[in-house]
């Protein structure tokens, strides 16, 4: 065997060493193809010498092994559709246990890594001791993870250089550029950006006791800068020096604390954001966050795109893409997330290719 033929069989050899030892290993995650490399386009800013450059694009998920699978694939999307993707920032929020050596955020960061060699990103473990104690039982068990909110935590983690992010659920795909999100304009009196939705029923959110108090209901609204209304916490524009400034992670978690005493809710982490930001939040364009398309929480069902140019798909609810398609009864919009979806199977004898993703209409994409 001549000395190329070697080397090409050694480096062989490695990857495939290096694709189960991050399978394999304690935390037992999946494999994960990888992702094609993005570059910057022209117009693009220098090269960032650091997190705090000014030119970047926060970016801020969770991340875990149970949802792994639909983080890859929205960060695959996030940089495919991204004008400036070396400029894009990723901020993951891993937990950890308490009280003992925890392997798994080291396993994910080596897990993203393989996939992502190039991509700028840091991790930053979450304690659940940090919210264990302020947690209510939900409707649904995984509403109660402490990782869902650790969103509450992220100008305590992130660094301070940062001057604000867009927080991301794990069960989106971008269609569109994200900096032109970023680039929302969040006047003086605004906290959080996000799509609002004035149409859905705002009552339901907090129960009959929470309205029937005298010291709680319509009067936690009053004096807002609008009548409040819905919006989804899995897509947000957060200003985190303003956030600092406010003190909004106590004023969160002192919602949560009346909560454990008067019972004024039923749906986990959205009502104390509610609580705290409906009638203040800046309103963004529903193409940011095409939600729900996950399905009904109780029957599965499938739901299409809301009327209207989709920039962010979310699959919220209780359905999620990965889930369905391994079942073999995916929802029509399924497929359009099948496309960026870097897992590979644990049957399959070699590496997945990833697909270019959907192309999607000009009509569409149009903004």
């Not at 995650?29 to 090269?47: D, V």
């Not at 650091?50 to 030119?55: I, Q």
């Not at 029937?212 to 819905?230: I, K, M, N, Q, W």
Request: aromatic fraction near 10%; hydrophobic fraction near 45%; charged fraction near 20%.
């Amino acid at each position: 065997m001549g000395g190329a033929a070697m080397w090409a069989a050694a480096l062989a050899a490695t990857v495939v060493f290096l694709a189960v030892e991050v399978s394999g290993a304690a935390g037992a995650l999946p494999r994960f193809a990888e992702a094609p490399e993005y570059r910057n386009g022209e117009g693009c800013p220098a090269a960032a010498a650091g997190v705090c450059d000014p030119g970047l694009v926060h970016i801020a998920m969770t991340l875990d092994a149970h949802y792994l699978r639909g983080s890859m694939a929205a960060v695959y999307s996030l940089l495919k559709h991204a004008s400036c993707p070396e400029s894009i920032f990723f901020h993951f929020l891993a937990a950890e246990a308490d009280g003992e050596e925890d392997p798994e955020p080291e396993l994910l960061r080596r897990a993203v890594a393989a996939s992502f060699p190039s991509l700028r990103f840091e991790i930053y473990p979450f304690r659940a001791e940090a919210v264990a104690g302020l947690i209510s039982a939900s409707v649904r068990a995984a509403l109660e993870a402490p990782l869902n909110y650790a969103r509450n935590h992220l100008a305590d983690l992130l660094p301070r250089c940062v001057p604000r992010a867009i927080y991301l659920d794990s069960d989106v795909l971008a269609a569109d550029d994200v900096r032109r999100l970023w680039e929302t304009r969040l006047p003086a009196a605004a906290v959080v950006a996000a799509p609002e939705y004035c149409h859905a029923n705002f009552s339901r959110y907090f129960t009959p006791a929470f309205w029937s108090d005298p010291e709680l209901g319509a009067r936690v609204f009053a004096g807002r800068r609008r009548p409040p209304c819905y919006f989804n916490t899995g897509v947000m524009v957060i200003d985190l020096r303003r956030w600092r400034a406010g003190n909004y992670r106590q004023r969160i978690e002192r919602w949560m604390e009346i909560q454990k005493v008067k019972r004024i809710y039923e749906l986990g982490s959205l009502p104390p954001f509610l609580l705290v930001f409906a009638g203040e939040v800046e309103a963004v364009d529903h193409r940011w966050n095409q939600h729900g398309l996950g399905g009904d929480n109780v029957h599965g069902s499938c739901r299409p795109l809301h009327a209207g140019p989709v920039s962010l798909m979310h699959w919220s609810g209780k359905g999620k893409p990965w889930d369905r398609l391994d079942a073999g009864r995916p929802c029509p919009l399924d497929h359009t997330w099948k496309s960026y979806d870097l897992y590979i199977p644990s049957d399959s004898s070699g590496a997945a290719s990833p697909a270019s993703g959907p192309a999607l209409s000009a009509s569409v994409l149009s903004w």
